[in-house]
């Protein structure tokens, strides 16, 4: 059964970078067919994209946030991560990390637990 | 690229039937049949209920359909169970250019 697990500070300083880490087991990143990707919920709202990465390293990226990710990958870890730069309250969120099914399909499943980052001095 | 518009609350009475609607644009949800559901309980990961506007994955009870025309896209839920309470977001794939994903603002659903 496939999981995967986010992990990161849970607080992070306005300016700074935010980064977290994905870890996939029960199953290889290599796998193809499947992007991974980044998503999140500010507290009480909505989901949002953040962007999807394949084993390759191609990458997909919400265009509103494009100029300050960057996802990347390590297979030998089964891992893939998320870097969001210049931070704000505004990016204060619980960010979740979920195997992303592309081409013909499209869907996001399993999602991670999902970790809260605040972003506050 | 806009998030979908869906309502901010519905509610029903356990054995009705509901509907929530997705609404997009020409962009998104009118020009692709790449529409998925998801129900996400307080504190819980959101988990897939719907995808490609109407397969459902193993696992998911039959009482959850989708259905989509033009630019909205719509779950319904039948036979309402107490368990259902929670909120529920659509995606929709946004092409255009380039390669993004849209999802919905989200949706309470209240089971009275």
């Known amino acids: 059964q496939l999981q995967l697990q986010e992990s990161g500070p849970g607080l992070v300083k306005p300016s700074e970078t935010l980064s977290l880490t994905c870890t996939v087991s029960?199953?290889?990143?290599?796998?193809?067919?499947?992007?991974w990707g980044w998503i999140r919920q500010p507290p009480g709202k909505g989901l949002e994209w953040i962007g999807s990465i394949y084993y390759s390293g191609s990458t997909y990226y919400n265009p509103s946030l494009k100029s300050r990710v960057t996802i990347s990958v390590d297979t030998s870890k089964n891992q893939f991560s998320l870097k969001l730069s210049s931070v704000t309250a505004a990016d204060t969120a619980v960010y979740y990390c979920?195997?992303?099914?592309?081409?013909?399909?499209?869907?996001?499943?399993?999602w991670g637990q999902g970790t809260l980052v605040t972003v506050s001095s | 690229q806009s998030a979908l518009t869906q309502p901010a609350s519905v509610s029903g009475s356990p054995g009705q039937s509901i509907t929530i609607s997705c609404t997009g644009t020409s962009s998104d949800v009118g020009s692709y049949n790449l529409v998925s559901w998801y129900q996400q309980h307080p504190g819980k990961a959101p988990k897939l209920m719907i995808y490609e506007v109407s397969k459902r994955p193993s696992g998911v009870s039959n009482r959850f359909s989708g259905s989509k025309s033009g630019n909205t896209a719509s779950l319904t839920i039948s036979g309402l169970q107490a368990e259902d309470e929670a909120d529920y977001y659509c995606c929709s794939y946004a092409g255009s250019s380039t390669p993004n994903w849209v999802f919905g603002g989200g949706t309470k659903l209240t089971v009275l």
């Open positions: 979920a195997r992303h099914r592309l081409r013909p399909t499209d869907w996001f499943d399993p």
């Open positions: 029960g199953g290889s990143i290599s796998s193809s067919s499947y992007y």
